[in-house]
């Protein structure tokens, strides 16, 4: 069975300070995995996919990823925070489950930004 | 291009009552999925529909809930009569038909109240 742990409910930054958002998963498949973005409100986004073409993985909004089959972890991280990073972010797995394609999603990780 | 749309963004009703929830996928997707949120908690599968047939309905809680998509294009949720429990945000997503890196396209989701 697949499974996504996001290892923060919760993290808090500065502005202008670096994020790190954990994520590791489960998957008895290569997988294939993204990460999404949730703004108040609004739908989820994608900030960014992992399909094995690369290990480290550029999103948008200056966010990025790296593949780590030896930890089974894909952290999301970006450089400087900002104020408009304030969201909750979704770690999801791609892959084939009971013969389904199947996409399963972590608990979320709530950011903040402050000033 | 249109993206996946829902209706409606709320709803709240009385425990009993019916509710049916819509969602238009994007043009041309063949897969739709249904997807739910309930208060602090995981978004969790419900089902998959692959053009107009139910490829996985592992996650549907029980019988109260049915899911159509006639035609293989709009897709309904019916919830029969609704419990306090069935409250939460009703996601959908549409993806096209492709391997599992393939990324999902959400809506903005459905907030339902049961009272």
């Known amino acids: 069975a697949q499974s996504v742990t996001q290892l923060d409910s919760h993290v808090s930054v500065s502005e202008g300070t670096p994020v790190l958002l954990r994520c590791n998963y489960s998957?008895?498949?290569?997988?294939?995995l993204f990460w999404y973005v949730q703004h108040p409100n609004k739908g989820l986004q994608l900030l960014l996919k992992?399909?094995?073409?690369?290990?480290l993985v550029k999103g948008i909004n200056g966010f990025e990823a790296e593949f780590k089959k030896s930890e089974t972890s894909f952290h999301l991280t970006k450089p400087s925070a900002h104020m408009s990073d304030a969201a909750e972010y979704f770690c999801?797995?791609?892959?084939?489950?009971?013969?389904?394609?199947?996409?399963?999603f972590g608990a979320g990780t709530r950011l903040a930004v402050h000033p | 291009e249109a993206g996946v749309t829902q209706f409606p963004s709320h709803s709240v009703i009385e425990k009993g009552q019916t509710v049916t929830l819509r969602c238009d996928p994007i043009?041309?997707?063949?897969?739709l999925y249904w997807y739910r949120r309930v208060m602090g908690k995981e978004i969790k599968f419900l089902l998959h529909?692959?053009?107009?047939?139910?490829?996985?309905e592992s996650g549907m809680p029980n019988n109260r809930f049915l899911a159509e998509r006639t035609g293989g294009t709009y897709s309904t949720l019916k919830v029969q009569p609704a419990e306090l429990e069935d409250s939460g945000v009703y996601f959908c997503?549409?993806?096209?038909?492709?391997?599992?890196?393939?990324?999902?396209?959400f809506g903005q989701g459905t907030r339902l109240t049961v009272v």
């Open positions: 997503a549409s993806r096209f038909l492709g391997g599992l890196n393939t990324e999902a396209f």
């Open positions: 998957s008895s498949y290569s997988p294939s």
């Open positions: 992992y399909t094995s073409a690369a290990t």
């Open positions: 999801v797995v791609s892959g084939l489950e009971g013969g389904y394609n199947k996409l399963i």
């Open positions: 043009s041309g997707h063949d897969n």
């Open positions: 529909f692959v053009k107009e047939s139910k490829q996985d």
